[in-house]
């Protein structure tokens, strides 16, 4: 029976890694850059709960809509006054422009907080409920639900709100979205503060679970890679699809081959479907 | 005819160095010609061919341990460097015919794991690699300033064949094939371009010079780590180089990483704690404001590769 | 003598839509070949499923004797099939004349650069486009560009040559300037086939006619017979205007 504890690891799991990956998913399909910095947003998300747990005695549930909002701003002003301009440069400069944004704040972050690994413990710590022969931690529950809570509000938000079809529109086609009246700086400047803003989120949320310091980074910005390779880019069902297969692989690879392969056998991974299969499982082709 | 020239005044001269310097100015030139071997090398997959590669870092890792572990094994120091860059150029091929079919941002993503993945697996296989405690290289029996200039004129030499290759291939058809591939691929097949075959060989070739490198870098640091070898900075910083000084130029990868190599050492010195802040302040700068390097004009501006 | 190409029952379909659904054809050598038909009747699609482009999902092609249905692209090109796109595709930033040698080092049989080279101006010289021989591609108007185009294709020196659509954008002076280039073509003993909206110039060189309608051939013969064919009226017009033509086959 220790398949299916393994199995409701994986879920629990996945219904977080959605939440990371979508920003990042949403900023690569919309507006084709692959934004590096996504792994600092996360950490910095954590930040903003870490800070507001010990100094204002807010929860980090509720800390989690603050660290989007602040993210969000933050997202806003780059992409806006920075990343705007490398848009329709090739491929290279947008990548090497986000590495150069990401070393800027990451070692900001070092400076600033140190590389200490925080945590923030719960008092009181919620436990676990055991359903039948499995055992869920309730923490890691709440964050999963709360997670996904938060993926479907901006899955509604994108197909409902004019802003979200704005958003699909240039997903779409950027010079057809123009000439439809949306203005693309400003556009893709707000669906990078929604990257950003998911990325904070979800960043306050995990700081109860994983231990917050800057050499995090480029953990969960791997995930968030693998993630969008595996379910496709530019969907939230695509992130949610990857993320649930993530924390399957993950949870499973723990088991087999031990925690400390389960990083390597993602990255393994995502050669071998670059390789085969590039449009990821739910194969929306984000913009070859 | 030129280049040749200018490639045989450049090497001469940078030879003179020892008699100029002591061994600090050594150690700089040393890394100067690693770097521009670094530098060259991604310039043939990423300028060239047009293909934005990130896996430097993997090719010097791989270069840097296949070696040492054969030097552990008492193969002698110089067939260990040429076998470090066979396997380097080997591994090239075999990824690449699995990648090149990428393009953009794939291409791009899935080079840049490559390192990640061969540092995981480095740290897993231990009785190999001696995983995460490192590996040690032999000691030499020689004065720190013998082995000072040894291992300077080794790199000269490499940079020296690096320049060469890339001056044959500029000019062979090969050469011709791949700035093709960079401007059209489509087009390039269609007119009788075999671009799968040529995208490989420009991949392997951006990779054993680079394994060299990582084998000649293992020996003369004597310590080697997953973590140091397979950094992902080894895979940036000849980027930024070719930036620099120009993508797709010549000599661009070299006035680059001489470049960027002054400008690192003073912040290095100057602001340790921020020298990352300060790469990537200057990465941002760049990529802003001189996009075609210092070298490199609007001529030879890379066509978006979407 | 045995067909140059022969396209055997070829069916191309994109997810549900068969864009190609038994196309059989035989071309001999010396012909010039017009293939017409109303938008989205899978021309461009044919001519990809020839080049190597696409993979046919059933059928098969066959060049000279040789089975080519599954060679790729660079392949069948250095069989001696050469092509031209309906949106020219240069190298942009090299000169004419290297993306005229080009054509002539990779499938077009010169031994060295140096060759291609030289190669290239002549043949710039014979399209018209020797004053512009070292300017850079992306500076040509679009007329030169076809030239260029149609240059980058003799290079290849092919048997057979697929047009597309050269003529799209060109004025009328152009046009006919076009004309004579195909001709010219013809007369080194290339087969020629042409994907054509404009039936002057069908009419002008075309040898023979083929029409294609969603997918299939309906009309497959000389210039005179195929343009008075109801078939081929109905699938341009629709049945109610080709019956008000008159003039039935």
């Known amino acids: ?288 | 005819m030129r280049d040749w020239a200018i490639l045989a005044a450049g090497v001469t001269l940078f030879a003179l160095l020892p008699l100029l310097g002591g061994n600090y100015a050594l150690r700089l030139g040393t890394i100067f010609a690693m770097y521009a071997v670094l530098a060259l090398s991604w310039n043939i997959i990423g300028g060239l061919a047009g293909y934005p590669s990130f896996a430097t870092a993997a090719f010097f890792g791989l270069g840097a341990y296949a070696s040492a572990i054969l030097a552990g094994k008492s193969v002698p120091m110089l067939l260990a460097w040429a076998a470090a860059g066979i396997v380097a150029a080997t591994f090239a091929v075999v990824i690449g015919l699995a990648i090149l079919h990428l393009k953009g941002h794939y291409f791009a993503i899935a080079s840049l794991v490559l390192a990640e993945v061969l540092r995981e697996l480095t740290n897993s296989f231990a009785d190999l690699t001696g995983g995460g405690m490192g590996l040690n290289l032999p000691v030499l029996r020689w004065t720190v300033g013998q082995e000072a200039q040894f291992f300077f004129f080794a790199m000269l030499v490499l940079v020296a064949l690096t320049m060469i290759a890339v001056l044959l291939l500029r000019r062979s058809t090969l050469g011709f094939a791949l700035r093709c591939i960079q401007q059209n691929e489509d087009a390039a097949v269609m007119l009788g371009i075999g671009a799968r075959g040529c995208k490989a060989v420009a991949f392997m070739l951006s990779a054993v010079f680079v394994g060299i490198a990582g084998a000649i870098y293992a020996s003369w640091v004597h310590y080697i780590e997953p973590g140091d070898v397979f950094d992902v900075l080894y895979s940036v910083k000849p980027l930024v180089m070719v930036l620099i000084g120009g993508i797709g130029t010549l000599f661009g990868p070299v006035i680059g990483a001489a470049v960027f190599l002054l400008l690192e050492e003073a912040v290095w010195r100057s602001f340790l704690t921020i020298h990352a802040a300060v790469l990537g302040g200057l990465i941002v700068l760049l990529v802003l404001f001189l996009p075609d390097g210092m070298l490199g004009s609007r001529k030879a501006r890379l066509v978006w590769r979407g | 003598m045995g067909a140059l190409i022969e396209l055997d029952g070829i069916v191309r379909a994109f997810g549900g839509l068969r864009a190609l659904d038994g196309v059989s054809l035989s071309i001999a050598e010396g012909e010039i070949v017009a293939l017409i038909g109303p938008n989205g009747a899978g021309k461009t699609t044919l001519v990809n499923v020839v080049t190597g482009v696409h993979q046919a999902n059933a059928g098969s092609v066959r060049f000279r004797g040789e089975d080519i249905t599954r060679l790729s692209p660079d392949r069948i090109a250095r069989h001696g099939i050469g092509r031209t796109f309906q949106i020219v595709q240069p190298f942009p930033h090299m000169s004419v004349a290297e993306n005229i040698a080009a054509g002539a080092r990779f499938a077009g049989g010169a031994s060295s650069l140096a060759e291609a080279q030289a190669r290239a101006r002549a043949l710039a010289a014979e399209v018209g486009l020797g004053d512009a021989v070292d300017r850079r591609a992306e500076t040509l108007t679009l007329a030169k560009r076809k030239r260029l185009e149609l240059a980058k294709g003799l290079a290849m020196r092919p048997r057979l040559l697929l047009l597309d659509e050269v003529n799209a954008g060109l004025n009328a002076s152009e046009i006919d300037e076009a004309l004579t280039l195909i001709r010219a073509i013809a007369a080194r003993g290339i087969t020629i086939v042409v994907i054509e909206h404009l039936m002057k110039v069908v009419l002008a060189v075309a040898t023979r006619i083929v029409v294609l309608h969603q997918g299939r051939v309906i009309a497959d013969g000389a210039p005179d017979v195929v343009v008075r064919d109801r078939a081929v009226h109905e699938a341009y017009l629709g049945q109610r205007y080709a019956a008000s033509l008159g003039k039935v086959s």
């Open chain 1, 1 to 288: 029976m220790i398949y299916l504890q393994v199995l409701a690891n994986g879920v629990v799991l996945g219904g977080l890694y959605a939440c990371i990956a979508v920003g990042f998913s949403l900023v690569w399909g919309v507006l084709n850059v692959i934004n590096l910095l996504h792994g600092s947003f996360i950490v910095l998300g954590a930040y903003v709960a870490f800070f507001s747990y010990h100094l204002l005695g807010l929860h980090p549930f509720l800390s989690a809509p603050l660290a989007g909002m602040l993210l969000f701003v933050l997202g806003f002003g780059l992409q806006g006054a920075i990343i705007n301009r490398v848009v329709h440069a090739p491929v290279l400069m947008t990548l090497t422009l986000t590495f150069g944004l990401d070393l800027l704040i990451n070692n900001a972050m070092l400076v600033a907080f140190k590389a200490d690994y925080r945590k923030i413990v719960l008092e009181p710590p919620l436990g676990s409920i055991a359903l039948g022969e499995v055992i869920l931690p309730l923490d890691r529950v709440a964050v999963m639900v709360l997670a996904l809570l938060l993926t479907l509000l901006l899955y509604q938000l994108l197909r409902l709100s004019r802003l979200g079809r704005a958003i699909v529109a240039m997903r779409m086609d950027h010079d057809a979205a123009r000439l439809m009246g949306i203005n693309v700086m400003r556009m893709s400047a707000v669906t990078f503060g929604i990257g950003a803003f998911m990325a904070g989120a979800a960043g306050s949320l995990l700081s109860i679970i994983y231990p917050i310091s800057p050499l995090n980074s480029t953990l969960f910005l791997g995930k968030a890679f693998v993630i969008c390779v595996l379910g496709g880019l530019g969907s939230v069902p695509g992130a949610m699809a990857g993320g649930v297969v993530l924390g399957l692989i993950e949870s499973f690879s723990a088991l087999w081959l031990g925690p400390e392969y389960a990083v390597t056998v993602s990255f393994v991974l995502l050669i071998v479907i670059l390789a085969v299969r590039p449009t990821g499982l739910l194969g929306k082709r984000g913009f070859e």
